[in-house]
């Protein structure tokens, strides 16, 4: 069932993706917000409630319906397990992304390419040059494919669909407590930042050894050792790192942006990047997403046999 699931729902992404301004992410988003207006004191425990406050009936309406589905049949259970993953994961609009900044370099349109990019990583990327846009882009779609797709695979193979729940919710809240977005919220936010560390750990190395996998093994194992820890977040230095050395580009490295040169640490061995690596990494994407079909494939097999 589980294959079965991650398979109908990736079609179902690709016949009718959804927006990345949907209806239950925005929902959701308004009652985090609402949520920190009424409980926040600037401290630490205080968003160590909204955090619980958030994700437990999340959780709770997951697992209730998911039982409630089982006693209906398999049938029932699966199209529950589909709607989960159709609502926590989100291919198309990566692949979407990554043309449209492809499209816009390989017809001399670095104006249009930056601007898809800003809207894409929600940051300036007026400064950058055309090969920067093309490093920038493939940072985000490997990050994005992380949190978008891997990390809700490996949680709802886990956990099924609590476990999607979990992590797709467990990634949103510190993007919306970020300090550094809104400073008053003082240190209400360190508590969700932490527990997606935590939630984040075995997702993101499974996502930077199906990288390693699906690309070119030794760079992507080098890379990772000597390099990930230089780049904080750990957790995106890993993937980034991995993916750099698979595809055999040099990712991080300065950028220009607000004015100057944004010292950032070297990730990824060999090319420099240029526009032609943006289609290889979302090849490499797609090759980790079919090792993930595979192995899941296998172990749904074996279980049905016994």
């Not at 009652?31 to 406050?53: D, P, S």
């Not at 990019?117 to 846009?133: D, H, I, N, Y």
């Not at 750099?244 to 990047?273: C, F, M, N």
Request: aromatic share 10%.
């Amino acid at each position: 069932m589980t294959f079965l699931s991650l398979l109908a729902a990736l079609l179902a992404d690709h016949a009718w993706p959804l927006r990345e301004d949907n209806r239950p992410l925005l929902w959701l988003r308004r009652c985090a917000i609402a949520l920190e207006g009424a409980v926040n004191g600037g401290q630490y425990r205080h968003g160590a409630l909204a955090w619980v406050l958030v994700v437990v009936p999340a959780l709770a309406v997951t697992v209730a319906v998911q039982q409630l589905a089982d006693e209906f049949g398999w049938l029932a259970a699966m199209a529950w397990n589909v709607a989960v993953l159709y609502l926590t994961m989100g291919f198309r609009w990566i692949r979407t992304s990554f043309a449209d900044v492809e499209r816009a370099l390989r017809a001399g349109d670095l104006a249009g390419a930056r601007d898809r990019l800003g809207k894409w990583r929600r940051a300036s990327t007026a400064e950058l040059s055309a090969g920067e846009t093309a490093r920038v882009a493939i940072e985000q779609g490997l990050l994005a494919a992380h949190r978008h797709v891997f990390g809700p695979i490996v949680w709802f193979v886990v956990l099924g669909p609590a476990g999607a729940v979990l992590y797709r919710v467990s990634a949103l809240l510190p993007d919306l407590w970020d300090p550094r977005n809104t400073p008053d919220l003082g240190a209400f936010g360190a508590f969700a930042a932490r527990a997606f560390v935590w939630i984040d750990w075995l997702p993101a190395r499974v996502t930077a050894a199906s990288f390693a996998v699906a690309g070119d093994l030794s760079d992507a194992v080098y890379s990772w050792r000597a390099q990930a820890a230089s780049w904080t977040p750990r957790a995106e230095g890993i993937i980034l790192a991995s993916g750099g050395g698979a595809l055999g580009v040099r990712l991080g490295d300065s950028l220009h942006q607000d004015g100057g040169l944004h010292y950032r640490p070297e990730l990824g061995t060999g090319d420099v990047v240029d526009v032609d690596h943006v289609q290889q990494a979302l090849g490499l994407i797609w090759r980790a997403l079919v090792l993930w079909l595979f192995l899941v494939f296998l172990v749904s097999l074996a279980h049905a046999l016994g």
